[in-house]
């Protein structure tokens, strides 16, 4: 029987059977080739403290990706902590995006100016 409720449970009010909105969260990384082994987490949070990451690199055209999986593996890490090895892989996965969005951004009347 689809819309089953338990017994007992009375009707639902109005968009209860949305899940809770979710806080947003952020993390930032920073990596220097020629200083780190590895990209350090130089940012992270939750509520606020996440939209005024993600506010400071809009403002910074720095590219933006979703990944709520890779956020919560990031943020568990302290400020200034190296991405583990075990991270490498999917971090090269989100390297590699951000070098391809920079380079097509960079292409843009908005980015790069062109000759």
């Known amino acids: ?3 089953a409720r ?3 449970s009375g009707p639902r ?3 209860s059977d949305r899940r809770p909105a979710r806080r947003p969260a952020a993390v930032a990384l920073r990596y220097r080739r020629d200083d780190d082994p590895a990209p350090r987490v130089t940012a992270a949070g939750t509520g606020p403290v996440a939209e005024r990451i993600l ?3 809009r403002e910074h055209d720095l ?3 979703e ?3 890779l956020v919560e593996a990031l943020a568990a890490l302290d400020l200034n902590a ?3 090895p075990e991270l490498y892989e999917v971090i090269a996965e989100v390297l590699a995006w951000a070098y391809r969005a920079n ?3 960079a292409s843009t009347t908005r980015g790069l100016a062109t000759p």
Do not use: K
């Open 67 to 69: 990944d709520p999986d």
């Open 55 to 57: 506010e400071l690199a």
């Open 1 to 3: 029987m689809t819309g």
């Open 13 to 15: 009010p109005p968009g």
């Open 82 to 84: 190296l991405v583990p």
């Open 6 to 8: 338990p017994l007992g």
């Open 63 to 65: 590219p933006l990706r």
């Open 103 to 105: 380079s097509a951004y």
